[in-house]
């Protein structure tokens, strides 16, 4: 156990030493020449001249000492199904699946979208896309087709792969027929669909000459060996697109050897997870945090991962703890989301099963509210660290890093900045740095650190423009949330800098208001959206989710609980952030990945269009905001 300011400073002040020593953490075909070549700012390349390739390095290399260890473990709260695939098994799927796309003409370079639900065959389509030197490009099952179409003719795929269907709370939802639709709406559909039949749509329909089943296709390379193409570390090993951008989509681009180096090096230091141990990350692949912690970062460790395909309350509000029991879980990944889902069930789930094996649960995806992180680690009564970072990123950028030192915790706070970044807040308008508990715009400076994006796929000026024009006095990259920092190094996220709320000149996060109506303790979630005013400016409107639905069953109690609820804000905040209305619903819009669409919200709250509404989960929420906008 060593200290986190001295490895944070050697990382920042002896960047090449550094990340030589936690390059060695993966295997090299061909040793890398230089650290890092930044002659052409804001772009890095790392480990510049290496070779080598991300599916080496998350499966063949175990196999000689692991072989028959578990590697993936496939749970399916949906089908009632769970299947446990050895590393050599996982290799053998894998081989299968690359000789699969190999023998559609897939080759080094060529891009591979995968459109699936949450399947084993998902992950053997990524490894095998990256074995043969192509580039995958996940696209989340919940996209309709428009989405999909526009991110068919952004990555240009050789190859699509889907399912018939995926399933959403014991519902089916044939992907299909979006695949089919899609396709004809891009400009440059691919050659080929791959298929894979679970039988769930008994409708689909096939295309000849296009459309290929998986299972056929698999049962003629059953035996075959793939070598991997060994591919220069610079080499992009995916494209994934980030929602919620206007226009054209952004596709992230990740390189190969920088982004196996960061995911290894983080398993150890900031999971604090040895080889051997299970790691349970209850994330989707269509998002990055399910790229690196389902995938790519437990099985570069060596580890056992877990992919859950279901709903965090189906059967019931325990299937995650009983996964923990009886898979020995060590180390947990989810989102603050999730959560405050499970906050609204039976308390006694979290105390049923025996998760003594589990050391820490990790959470991100957005900030982390106090009584959410309480509930959680009192009812568990294990460590939840909060961790912040981006699609851009790929690993996180602020977190504890129990692996190197076990640091207290402060609640509401990621804690410090992860090694190889060199984070900054600066200013909005001057660029100056800014003061402890100061409010700044959370920045890095360049070059990021391996693992993160390397540019946007197809449109470097496109990259430069988006993330490092914000200030004139520095190119630094701009991650466009607020953050504060105290006298002691920790850092808190106050939301977006496009989600403050400027009320009669003062500038007030939502994420602040938040918190503070989430401190009323029958308020269970909330989201607070800035709204015009003709007098000052903009004001504060929030919807809450409640514990106990009789305290606002009728229109006095409901008032009754909304001046309670505001008297909460003022006592915590001050009058200034009072929201001008508290409006009582049973559910927030999100999106099936669990982020509340705040667009959406202040647009119907402004009588505005809501905009593009294709990734959400529940469209009655909608009609339930409307509902309570004219009540």
Known sequence: MGNYQQFHARSINQPDAFWTEQAARIDWVKPFTQVCDFSRPPFAKWFVGGETNLCYNAVDRHLATRGDQPALVWISSEVEQTKTYTYRELSDEVNRFAAVLKSLGVGKGDRVLIYMPMIAEAVFAMLATVRIGAIHSVVFGGFAAASLAARIDDAKPKVLITADAGSRMGKVIPLKPLTDESIKLAEFPPKHVVIVNRGLDKAMTTIPGRDMDYGVLRQKHMDDVVPCEWVESSHPSYILYTSGTTGKPKG???????????????????????????????????????????????????????????????????????????????????????????????????????????????????????????????????????????????????????????????????????????????????????????????????????????????????????????????????????????????????????????????????????EAVQNHPNIAEVAVVGVADQLKGQVPVAFAVVKDTSKTATPALAAAHEKEVMATVDKELGAIARPARVHFVTILPKTRSGKLLRRAIQALCEGRDPGDLTTIEDPTALEQLKGALKA
């Open 252 to 514: 992230v681009q990740r390189d190969t050897g920088g982004y196996a180096v960061a995911l290894a090096a983080s398993m150890p230091h900031i999971f604090d997870l040895k080889p051997g141990e299970t790691y349970f990350c209850t994330s989707d692949i269509g998002w990055v945090v399910g790229h690196s912690y389902i995938i790519y970062g437990p099985l570069i460790n060596g580890s056992t991962t877990i992919m859950y395909d279901g709903v965090p309350i189906r059967p019931d509000a325990g299937v995650w703890w009983n996964i923990v029991q009886q898979y020995k879980v060590s180390v947990m990944f989810s989102s603050p989301t999730a959560v405050r889902v499970l906050k609204k069930q039976d308390p006694a789930f979290l105390t049923k099963y025996d998760v003594s094996s589990l050391r820490y649960l990790f959470l991100a995806g957005e900030p982390l509210d106090q009584p959410t992180s309480d509930w959680i680690e009192k009812g568990l009564g294990v460590k939840v660290i909060d961790n912040y970072w981006q699609t851009e990123s790929g690993w996180p950028i602020l977190s504890a890093e129990p692996g190197i030192e076990v640091t207290p915790r402060k609640l509401g706070s990621p804690s410090f900045a992860s090694y190889g970044y060199k984070v900054k807040l600066k200013h909005e308008e001057t660029g100056k740095p800014v003061g402890p508990n100061e409010k700044g715009v959370l920045c890095i400076e360049a070059p990021l650190p391996p693992g993160c994006m390397s540019t946007i796929w197809g449109d470097d000026k496109r990259f430069v423009q988006t993330y490092f024009t914000m200030f004139k006095d520095e190119q630094v990259y701009t991650t466009f949330d607020w953050a504060t920092c105290d006298a002691d190094g920790y850092y808190y996220i106050m939301g977006r800098t496009d989600d403050v709320i400027n009320v009669a000149g003062h500038r007030l996060g939502t994420r602040e208001i938040e």
